[in-house]
């Protein structure tokens, strides 16, 4: 890590990179008076800022050696895990057991926590739905639990029961998360995702049917719909997954198949979902990363910052037509070349947006047009209303006077640096 810092930022001054093996030197050096730290899990926040401070001057805390998956409970269905376990050790962890656990379509080389705490998203659920409890480093050096742990709750299942202080810590800088406990999903007795296609001028119709499936229930919001771009096709790319019961699954089908025909959608043949593709929604890691490899990066997570610009754009949007219409029209006035853009289904109101304007790594043209197309982006987005529900370390966003006060009552010394939501204490 930090080895090269990601070329679309502006370089950061790191006094020093620490790199704890425990809880325990967590605590040791959040004592040791180093301030301000800057906890990162793996550093692999690609587009957003990867493992850079929002500020010069910080000592990045580094917790990729803190990998331990600490509690695995199927019966309950929760694993309590490090800041250092990624998706893909949680998830192979979980191979041919009765639960899975919810992927994103990221390198399975990033972290769980990382990932939790950004707010990210989930093939089946937003990732923050995943979070039922815990384990922070104060200011002060002292070690809590908030929200749902193992033994220490008098609920015997993973839930969100008490004070909902465990949200707190999301989005935030005001202590070091070292251990999270993690829902863990049933493992579903069939998995099939469905393919529809749609011409660019029908998006707003296509749009609009998909949403009616999710509002009636006929899909679970877990949708994903793909540009051209990111579709590497002529057309929108829709990827719908059914899962459960293989009977449902089969009824559901024919009542989707049966809808598509009343709309813009057309089904696709079942052969151009990838297996990759049905085992991500599956639970099931491909050790070879070829979503991450093909779609995203083209080259491995551990070049990623070497070898490759990006800058990510993440709004959320209306479930709509009519906004996802604008949506595109916004992003082709903003873009100098058309990006990739995936938009996810996070229920029947709310989507977001995913969107990628990748550059080569040692091209300070390039770097600079990628900049200037996401300034654009937040500022015609931000006139309707549209914002990011997850910042870059270049754009951290003000922080509100609770906020502040907030930070000001946890770490009143400065000990963490604050952050890209936290801007102010």
Request: charged share 20%.
């Amino acid at each position: 890590m930090f080895t090269e810092q990601p070329a679309a930022f502006r370089p950061r001054t790191i006094t020093e990179v620490l790199r704890p093996a425990s809880a325990d030197e967590v605590v040791e050096i959040v004592r040791s008076g180093r301030r301000p730290l800057h906890p990162v899990s793996t550093g692999r926040n690609w587009g957003l800022g990867s493992g850079l401070p929002v500020d010069d001057g910080a000592a990045v805390l580094d917790l990729s050696r803190l990998d331990r998956v600490r509690a695995l409970d199927l019966e309950r269905g929760y694993a309590v895990v490090e800041p250092g376990v990624t998706q893909g050790a949680l998830a192979e962890l979980l191979r041919g057991t009765p639960r899975i656990f919810n992927l994103t379509t990221s390198s399975l080389r990033t972290s769980v926590i990382g990932n939790v705490l950004e707010r990210g998203v989930g093939v089946h659920r937003a990732r923050a739905e995943d979070l039922v409890g815990l384990e922070v480093v104060l200011a002060d050096g002292r070690r809590e639990h908030v929200g749902w742990w193992p033994g220490t709750s008098a609920v015997p299942r993973p839930h969100a029961a008490g004070p909902g202080l465990t949200h707190l810590f999301t989005q935030s800088s005001f202590a070091v998360v070292t251990a999270a406990v993690v829902r863990l999903l049933p493992r579903p007795e069939e998995v099939r995702v469905l393919p529809f296609t749609f011409a660019s001028d029908d998006l707003a119709d296509a749009v609009d049917a998909l949403r009616s499936w999710t509002e009636q229930r006929l899909v679970p919001p877990t949708t994903k719909v793909y540009n051209p771009v990111a579709a590497q096709a002529d057309g929108y790319l829709a990827h719908v997954c059914l899962s459960g019961a293989g009977e449902v699954v089969e009824a559901l089908s024919s009542v989707l198949l049966a809808a598509a025909g009343r709309s813009p959608l057309v089904a696709a043949p079942a052969y151009s979902v990838d297996d990759v593709v049905r085992a991500t929604y599956a639970g099931d890691p491909d050790p070879a990363d070829t979503w991450f490899l093909r779609r995203t990066a083209g080259c491995p997570a551990d070049r990623f910052d070497a070898e490759r610009g990006l800058l990510m754009f993440l709004p959320v949007v209306p479930f709509s037509g009519e906004a996802v219409a604008l949506t595109e029209e916004l992003i082709r006035d903003c873009c100098a070349s058309a990006p990739a853009v995936t938009v996810n289904v996070l229920d029947s109101d709310a989507v977001d947006h995913v969107v990628g304007l990748g550059f080569p790594a040692h091209d300070p043209a390039a770097a600079a047009e990628a900049r200037e197309s996401l300034d654009r982006l937040h500022k015609a987005f931000a006139a309707h209303g549209f914002l990011p529900h997850r910042r870059d370390v270049d754009r951290p966003g003000a922080a509100t006077a609770l906020q502040a006060r907030i930070g000001r009552a946890l770490d009143p010394d400065g000990v963490f640096a604050p952050g890209r939501y936290s801007a102010g204490r």
